[in-house]
């Protein structure tokens, strides 16, 4: 990976360096269109897997925030759900969430993937960014899966985008998030747009996020990951409860009830696969990564209802956590 050649692009690690003697402390928005490398950069910087990563887009549906606490500042970064052109009234409400979370950072990293050409999403979400009160930063994600001329040609298209969009990049960053490459200079044009502040969250925190709705996007990323193609963006978690599997070992294994909510019948059928080999397959996938988070042994005991058209229902979607998202 090269730093951009021209003089215009070379401004993606200008004014970075900062006072060292400052600490520095805030929010940054991670936003892009749907399947843009958003959670995966979010987990690279933070060191920790704190955000889903499915290749499926729209796996993100919260707002949540990774934290990097260092000697000389403590980045927290704000995973958004891929802004849309919404078709339902779920995809209004993650909209909302989305703008809301923009309105309270001190700045914005725009994703734009270096294997695709920017398209009408992207401009979409740049025409709403051109109200942002803060500054932006262009990260041009999945460096790595491009030839170096076509990187600098997206890195040239880019910086296009000022002149065409009447809008001004604070910083263009080219990263891969998968291989690391450009991350730490990403984190130091980050860090030198934070304001002078105290630590926000203790030390060693790699996310606020609430230990029931980690879980849920767990399970949520192994059924999703498990079914394929096979199922749309229909499906929701719920985490019904979390206690000890043995009553008389409060402290040993612990038994988590979840609830897959699906909105068709035959979707059900899907999930729950010839004599519930499917769910047994997602069980399976979702339960180490589960035990991570709690810290402890798990029994992992998935179950599949019926939420007809939830995604369309406002009683439904409050019922699944969706009427406040973020």
Known sequence: MTQPESGELERSLEGADKDSTTHRSGFIAV?????????????????????????????????????????DAQLVLVDTPGVHRPRTLLGERLNEAVYRAWADVD?????????????????????????????????????????????AAKLLAVAELETRLNMRWAHIVPVSSRVGSQVPALVEVMCSLLPAGPVLFPEGLA???????????VVREAALERLQDELPHSVATVVEEIVPRDESDPEGQLEVRVTLFVERD?????????????????????????????????????????AKEWQR?????RKLGFDNIG
Do not use: W, Y
């Open 266 to 306: 035959s979707q059900k059928g899907i999930v729950i696969g010839r004599g519930g080999s499917m769910l047994r397959e997602i069980g399976t996938t979702a339960r180490p990564a589960v035990a991570r988070i709690l810290g402890r042994p798990v029994h992992l005991a998935v179950h599949v209802k019926v």
């Open 313 to 317: 229902d406002p009683s439904q979607l």
């Open 207 to 217: 996310t606020d996020d609430e230990l029931e709705a980690a879980i849920a996007d």
């Open 31 to 71: 936003v892009g269109r749907p399947n843009a490398g958003k959670s995966t950069l979010i987990n690279a910087i933070v060191g920790a897997p704190v955000s889903t990563t499915s290749a499926k887009p729209q796996t993100t549906r919260r707002v949540i925030r990774g934290i990097l606490t260092r000697q």
């Open 107 to 151: 700045a914005i990293a725009m994703c734009l993937p270096a294997d695709e050409a920017i398209g009408t999403g992207d401009e979409f979400i740049l025409q709403r960014l051109s109200e942002a009160k803060c500054p932006v930063v262009a990260v041009v994600t999945k460096a790595d899966t491009v030839s170096r001329e076509t990187l």
